[in-house]
C-alpha cells in the first residue's frame, strides 16, 4: 500500500490557478509512475495529466497549455499546477501512482494500483 495525500485544493474564480500537491513518505516516487485525475459531478473520472519515471508526461487535451505536472523526487511529491482555471475544472482531484503503468497509457485510471482520497477544485464563473 502507498499512501498518498492531496493537498492545494480550494475555490477560485475563473481565471485563477492552483497548485496541487500529493506527498508519500517512505516510497520512491522515482520508482512509480504517477498521474492526476479528477471526477466532476455526474460525470466519471477521468485522466488530467501522468508523468513516468523518466519524467515524461502526457496530459488531456481540455487541460493542455493550462496545466503542468512535475515531480520532485527528493521530496516524494507530485504536483499539479493549475493556470487559467475554468468553471468545468470544477471536480474532485486525485492522484495516483503505480510501478509499471504502460508507456503511453497514463491518463487510463485502470493502469494505477495506488490513489489518495481527493482534494476537492471549485473555479466559479
Known amino acids: 500500500q502507498v499512501p498518498l495525500v492531496e493537498s492545494g485544493g480550494g475555490s477560485v474564480q475563473t481565471g485563477g490557478s492552483l497548485r496541487l500537491s500529493c506527498a508519500a513518505s517512505?516510497?520512491?516516487?522515482?520508482?512509480?509512475?504517477m498521474g492526476w485525475f479528477r471526477r466532476a459531478p455526474g460525470k466519471e473520472r477521468e485522466g488530467v495529466a501522468a508523468?513516468?519515471?523518466?519524467?515524461?508526461?502526457i496530459y488531456a487535451d481540455s487541460v493542455k497549455g493550462r496545466f503542468t505536472i512535475s515531480k520532485d523526487n527528493a521530496k516524494n511529491t507530485l504536483y499539479l499546477q493549475m493556470n487559467s482555471l475554468k468553471p468545468e475544472d470544477t471536480a474532485m482531484y486525485y492522484c495516483?501512482?503505480?510501478?509499471?503503468?504502460?508507456?503511453?497509457?497514463?491518463?487510463?485510471?485502470?493502469?494505477?494500483?495506488?490513489w489518495g482520497q481527493g482534494t476537492q477544485v471549485t473555479v466559479s464563473s
Open positions: 517512505g516510497y520512491p516516487y522515482s520508482s512509480y509512475d
Open positions: 495516483a501512482a503505480d510501478p509499471t503503468v504502460v508507456p503511453g497509457w497514463g491518463l487510463r485510471q485502470y493502469q494505477y494500483t495506488y
Open positions: 508523468i513516468d519515471r523518466d519524467g515524461v508526461t
